[in-house]
């Protein structure tokens, strides 16, 4: 099994270019999320999906959008990047099972580093 | 004030000393996180708690739930543990707050 896995491992943009991330897991978990890390903060989360065709707001969600067309692809998207967006971002998984503590731990990508210049 | 506080923020060891790592946090939660980021990048969890104690080969982890409180605990340090260790709660079902992490060098 692969796990999870983010494409592409780096990017530089300009100010007002697009792109997408795709983040793939292939261990048929529900839940998956996309974060950012910044230097001397905490990953922070933009948003997440608790499954296929749905997803929701995290922390920081603004200039993102995304997309979960099918279960095992989360694809965070930014229509305009901005120098603020530069970062590392992180995918992640999950499985749920109610009342099954261990299921909620996550699975890590190996990080997108994205400089917008 | 940051909802999930590590200390120390960095840390230089001698390899084979015993090396803690503190986690306070404010929220309540239903479990607890701790994951070694790597070098080059790579995030990996170490162990879930909601809970005691876990053990797993040199590392333990603890939390007392009443204190809002745990620790890592690396014994016979190792270059190799050099890393940043990162703890993370659970506060809801999807919602995870991280602390800044500590990041620790291990020399030979």
């Known amino acids: 099994n692969a796990g999870v896995t983010q494409t592409p491992k780096f990017r530089v943009l300009k100010t007002g270019q697009s792109m997408t991330l795709l983040c793939a897991q292939d261990m048929n978990h529900e839940y998956m999320y996309w974060y950012r890390q910044d230097p001397g903060m905490g990953l922070r989360l933009i948003h997440y999906?608790?499954?296929?065709?749905?997803?929701a707001k995290g922390e920081v969600p603004d200039g993102y959008n995304v997309s979960r067309l099918k279960k095992q692809n989360f694809l965070l998207g930014l229509e305009s990047a901005a120098p603020s967006q530069t970062s590392v971002y992180f995918c992640?998984?999950?499985?749920?099972?109610?009342?099954?503590?261990?299921?909620?731990?996550?699975?890590f990508g190996p990080g997108t580093r994205l400089t917008v210049t | 004030k940051n909802e999930v506080e590590q200390s120390p923020q960095n840390l230089t060891a001698q390899e084979g000393e015993f090396i803690t790592i503190n986690c306070s946090y404010s929220?309540?939660?239903?479990?607890l996180h701790w994951l070694q980021q790597h070098p080059g990048g790579g995030i990996v969890s170490l162990f879930m708690l909601s809970s005691g104690k876990k053990k797993h080969g040199r590392l333990i982890a603890t939390i007392n739930i009443q204190e809002k409180h745990s620790s890592l605990h690396i014994t016979a340090s190792h270059p190799r543990d050099s890393a940043v260790y990162i703890c993370?709660?659970?506060?809801?079902?999807?919602?995870?707050?991280f602390g800044t992490g500590t990041r620790l060098k291990v020399l030979a």
């Open positions: 993370a709660v659970r506060s809801g079902t999807y919602k995870y707050i």
């Open positions: 999906s608790v499954g296929e065709g749905t997803t």
């Open positions: 929220v309540g939660i239903s479990a």
């Open positions: 992640a998984s999950s499985y749920f099972r109610q009342g099954v503590l261990y299921s909620y731990e996550q699975y």
